[in-house]
């Protein structure tokens, strides 16, 4: 399905710029684009990536990721059996949504890319999505997060006088589309069209006819799941020092969120806030201070030789933020070609008669259109709406709620999928844009009985 998007979106833009006497733009935005897709994410992301697959790996090797993956065992059975309980992905998994719930950004995504890595270690059909991955991404492209950060600020630097308005809002779209991604994903599984039996038939047989018999049966005799490393127990002694540590930071978010109590002001950024968002705004600044100081700690305590296994884990952030760089080229080029051209002012001149039926309010649909396409694209649209309409009405707070319950699909797609070379996604794209649409719709709904 990318194949045709990808084609469709390169020839709108190039036959709707001619029309419109905006070729040199478009030609513009395409080399603009590409550069910006090496440059600014694919290099941008590698320290980034090293950092986090380092940690990853040691959360791994201290035996962290396999009981969090435990401890979720039945939830996470449910959503994805084709994994088996114990292994990796289950953690890694987990540990993204965790993240993009705290709207830990800059850690989601790599831990996000660690968990595609393990889930293509089961695989039997490289290059095509599994069941798995396209669930996966289906729950990340519903924007799942508890507190939609960008879009308060964006709301409080316009005079809001309640920018936290949005956050229940928010989430209860962001939980409704997770679940229409899922049950969407879950269904076109099964349809005829995207079932991955009749594919996986068709490698098995393309690459028993490749592959010398030796090789083969090399290849099935290998274990599913990599084994972990051998742990020491963990002792008295460090038992007690880590619960020491973990108190130090139940002492530091008690004092964020009740500073009071210890006679210290409260910080500017949660001052009036509820206790809800005080304490979810704690958690957002402790989380990764945290988790950097946290699992290296625990790791060293169960005798793991925390540098070496770092190293080891960050050398990967260099050769996943490579291997993602002909994805995002092809499809930020697209994008960006088929916004210059004017393509996102034509689709919502052709569909605002039908949402003014529908009772949609227009003002709303060319953010709506470019998010899916482009982060940066639909953040200014919102600010745009914010400082037309005032950042306490109806439209920039429903523009609030579907900014901060929603996601750039394509792009997800795009660096997800990247990372593990994968090229036919099946119904990922599908299921990621019933996800964005749910929410957009449940934004509407719940917005006009909330603040109408």
Wanted: charged residues 15%.
């Amino acid at each position: 399905m990318l194949n045709y998007i990808w084609l469709g979106l390169m020839l709108c833009a190039v036959l709707i710029g001619g029309w419109n006497g905006q070729l040199k733009e478009v030609a513009d935005k395409a080399l603009e684009m590409a550069n910006t897709a090496v440059v600014g994410i694919a290099i941008a992301l590698i320290g980034v990536m090293a950092l986090w697959l380092g940690i990853m790996r040691l959360a791994e090797r201290a035996g962290l990721v396999a009981l969090l993956a435990r401890a979720l065992r039945p939830l996470m059975r449910r959503i994805f059996p084709e994994v088996p309980p114990e292994h990796p992905a289950m953690g890694s998994m987990l540990m993204n949504i965790a993240a993009n719930m705290l709207g830990l950004g800059n850690a989601a995504t790599p831990l996000g890319l660690r968990a595609m890595k393990d889930l293509e270690s089961l695989n039997k059909t490289p290059g095509t999505a599994t069941n798995a991955m396209c669930t996966f991404l289906a729950i990340n492209t519903s924007g799942i997060q508890l507190i939609p950060v960008t879009a308060i600020a964006i709301l409080a630097a316009n005079k809001s006088t309640n920018p936290t308005a949005i956050v229940g809002t928010s989430i209860i779209c962001t939980a409704c589309a997770a679940v229409a991604g899922v049950l969407m994903a879950k269904f076109l599984e099964k349809l005829p069209m995207f079932r991955q039996k009749a594919e996986s038939e068709k490698r098995k047989a393309e690459n028993d006819q490749s592959l010398p018999a030796s090789a083969a049966t090399s290849e099935a005799n290998k274990p599913a799941v990599k084994e972990a490393a051998t742990l020491q127990p963990l002792q008295w002694w460090g038992a007690l020092i880590f619960a020491a540590f973990l108190l130090f930071f139940a002492f530091l978010f008690l004092r964020m969120v009740f500073p009071e109590i210890f006679g210290r002001p409260m910080a500017e950024d949660l001052a009036g806030k509820s206790l809800f968002i005080r304490s979810v705004g704690a958690v957002s600044l402790l989380a990764i201070p945290f988790l950097l100081s946290a699992i290296p700690l625990f790791a060293t305590l169960r005798r793991v030789k925390v540098y070496e296994e770092f190293v080891d884990g960050a050398k990967e952030g260099f050769d996943v933020a490579i291997r993602i760089i002909p994805y995002l080229v092809a499809m930020l080029v697209a994008v960006g070609m088929f916004r210059a051209a004017g393509g996102i002012a034509m689709l919502s001149q052709v569909l605002s008669p039908v949402l003014n039926l529908v009772g949609f309010p227009t003002d709303l649909l060319p953010m709506v259109l470019v998010r899916p396409l482009s982060g940066s694209g639909s953040l200014g649209f919102f600010t745009e709406l914010v400082q037309q309409f005032g950042a306490d009405s109806l439209i920039a707070r429903t523009a609030g709620t579907i900014y901060g319950s929603t996601e750039t699909t394509f792009y997800v797609l795009a660096v997800y999928f990247g990372s593990v070379a994968v090229k036919r996604t099946r119904h990922a794209l599908l299921a990621g844009l019933t996800a964005d649409f749910t929410s957009v719709v449940v934004a509407v709904i719940v917005c006009r009985a909330v603040f109408g």
